[in-house]
């Protein structure tokens, strides 16, 4: 869930972040609220006084020739695209390093595949995957049926689970040990046909 606040930007943030920017920053930092958060009138005014406040400021900035609107929002710095640039190629290595990646147009678009493991699902778990939503309404008719409408099994009778395939029944685990401590290990990308653990999780075993 997400909230675009002002229209000159088409930026969205998510609410709970939002509500940071906002009134937790006008109640935490020293131009807010924070000194007098306990006086009620004073808050009231404060805040009757914000719209005034800004349109202010903004006069004064216009007069001194000051133009801080390039600097409001922090992602359409210069500085902060370099950043999240970096970033979005930071995981992109990782796709294609240790997974499989998700946007390469060399995949089937009709066969679902492991990205940890970088093969293609098995069809029976690739149908039980795509048929959780299906089985589940099923499920929920059953228990209605049998609890609610006809009483046939007892509300509170236990629940059986199902057992269904999933991504998690693809992966290969390695036990390592090492000074009678016990280091589990999930299996990485399939090279050659077999499976090789991330490197990047072997080095984690030298804190282990």
């Known amino acids: 869930m997400s909230v675009q606040a002002q229209d000159k930007y088409p930026l969205r943030t998510s609410i709970d972040q939002r509500g940071e920017q906002t009134l937790n920053k006008d109640a935490k930092s020293g131009s807010g609220i ?4 306990n006086i009620e ?15 202010n400021t903004k006069a004064l900035e216009d007069l001194c020739g000051l133009n801080a609107e390039k600097l409001l929002y ?24 240790e997974y499989t990646n998700p946007f390469d147009e060399s995949l ?22 795509f048929n959780v939503p299906d089985l589940g309404m099923q499920l929920m ?4 049926e049998e ?13 059986k689970k199902n057992k269904l395939r999933l991504f998690r029944d693809l992966g290969k685990k390695i036990i390592l040990t090492k000074n009678d401590k016990t280091k589990l290990i999930e299996t990485n990308k399939n090279v050659l046909g077999t499976h ?3 490197p990047l999780k072997y080095e984690r075993l030298l804190d282990f």
């Open 34 to 37: 924070k000194n007098f958060a």
């Open 41 to 55: 009138a004073a808050v009231l005014k404060w805040t009757l006084n914000r719209p005034m406040q800004a349109e």
């Open 74 to 97: 922090k992602p359409l710095r210069p500085s902060q695209a370099v950043k999240s640039e970096a970033q979005v190629q930071a995981v992109m290595k990782i796709f294609q390093e």
């Open 108 to 129: 089937d678009n009709s066969t679902l595949y492991h990205l940890s493991l970088g093969i293609p699902v098995p069809i029976e778990v690739h149908n039980c995957i």
């Open 141 to 144: 008719n059953q228990f209605k």
């Open 147 to 159: 609890r609610l409408e006809s009483s046939t099994v007892k509300f509170h009778e236990p629940i």
């Open 196 to 198: 090789i653990a991330s």
